[in-house]
Each structure stands twice: as C-alpha cells, then as structure tokens.
T-cell receptor, first 112, second 112 residues
Framework: AQSVTQLGSHVSVSEGALVLLRCNYS??????LFWYVQYPNQGLQLLLK??????LVKGINGFEAEFKKSETSFHLTKPSAHMSDAAEYFC??????????FGPGTSLSVIP | EAGVAQSPRYKIIEKRQSVAFWCNPI?????LYWYQQILGQGPKLLIQ????????DSQLPKDRFSAERLKGVDSTLKIQPAKLEDSAVYLC??????????FGNGTRLTVT
C-alpha cells in the first residue's frame, strides 16, 4: 500500500535560515510526488511537483525538492526562510488510478 | 480559470443531525476528490470520482456518509447522522489525469 511519512510534525527556523522539510514515501509504481502548503483557514496550494524527468524540481516562493528514488525521499528545501513561509506543509504521492495520499504534515514556524 | 468552489464555508450542527456539502470542480476536470482533514492531521481521502463513477471509497464510513456526483460535474457529500468525531474540514479537489489536485477552501464542520 502507498504511504507518505513526514519526519517532524513541527519545525522551527530563524528568518533567513535554511528550511528543510522531510518526506519519504512508499509506492509500488513510479510515483508522482507533490508538496502542498496550507495557510490558516485556506485550502491546499501546490508548491511543486515531480512527475518524470529532472529529479530536482523548483516551485513557487523559492522552494525546491529533490526526488531520490534510492532513498524513496522527496525532501523540500528553501535556502532562506521568510516570515511568510510559516504554514503547514504536506507531501503527497499520486499513484495508480490517480489516487492521492497525503502525509501527516509539518508545521513550519519562522522566528524573527 | 475559476477555482474549485465549495459551500458552505462553515457549518455548526448538533450530533445526530444531518449535513450536506457542495462542490463545483474546475471545468473539464474529470476526477473529483473529497478529503476529511481533522485538526492537526493530513487530509484523508474519503471518496474519489472519475466523471460520475466511484473510483475509490474504501475509507468512506458508508453507514453515515454518502456522496454523489451528478452528470460528472458537481458533487455533494452528506453525513447522516453526524457524530462528534466528524468535526473536521471537508476539502474538495479536482484534477485532470496525471496532474496535480486543485483544492477548494473547504467547509469547516463543527458537531456539538
């Protein structure tokens, strides 16, 4: 069965510091992978996606993620955190029949 | 393009009452999803439609939850009777095949 794990339910970083949010997945077929961001009282917004091709993908707001098949990982990074990055981040995997499974989420706090 | 529309935004009911949520997906999106997001958790897939057919409803509590998608466009999700543990945000999403999900802003349900 497909699943997604996100290490660290809460991550705090200082403004200007590196952001690293971890995601590991299990899938029996080549996955499509996504990162979504959720601000309070809003729906989920797509940050970036991996389907095929280049394993380093760039998204909106300066975020990027690298697909590592050998590690079954898709970690999200941003070189320099901004206060506006404080939100909930979800990793997701899309597998057969377009079924999409989400991880439990990581809450990012940015300290001024 | 217009996004995914959901209504109502908020709903408060007493336990054992019934409630219905409505979703209008992005035009042309064949796949429609309903997710339940309990506070502090990731979205949990309740049901997935492809046009007006059900692809996956393995996690839908069928004794109290029902959903339909008439004419392969709009969808409604109903809970009858509601329980306290149904308090959550109900998210609707739609997508094209092999593409990311687009989410609505959700309906926040409080069961008292």
């Amino acid at each position: 069965a497909q699943s997604v794990t996100q290490l660290g339910s809460h991550v705090s970083v200082s403004e200007g510091a590196l952001v690293l949010l971890r995601c590991n997945y299990s899938s029996s077929v080549p996955p499509y992978l996504f990162w979504y961001v959720q601000y309070p009282n809003q729906g989920l917004q797509l940050l970036l996606k991996y389907t095929t091709g280049a394993t380093l993908v760039k998204g909106i707001n300066g975020f990027e993620a690298e697909f590592k098949k050998s590690e079954t990982s898709f970690h999200l990074t941003k070189p320099s955190a901004h206060m506006s990055d404080a939100a909930e981040y979800f990793c997701a995997v899309k597998t057969s029949y377009d079924k999409v499974i989400f991880g439990p989420g990581t809450s990012l706090s940015v300290i001024p | 393009e217009a996004g995914v529309a959901q209504s109502p935004r908020y709903k408060i009911i007493e336990k054992r009452q019934s409630v219905a949520f409505w979703c209008n997906p992005i035009s042309g999106h064949a796949t429609l999803y309903w997710y339940q997001q309990i506070l502090g958790q990731g979205p949990k897939l309740l049901i997935q439609f492809q046009n007006n057919g059900v692809v996956d409803d393995s996690q839908l509590p069928k004794d109290r939850f029902s959903a339909e998608r008439l004419k392969g466009v709009d969808s409604t999700l109903k809970i009858q009777p509601a329980k306290l543990e149904d308090s959550a945000v109900y998210l609707c999403a739609s997508s094209l095949k092999d593409s990311p999900l687009h989410f609505g802003n959700g309906t926040r349900l409080t069961v008292t």
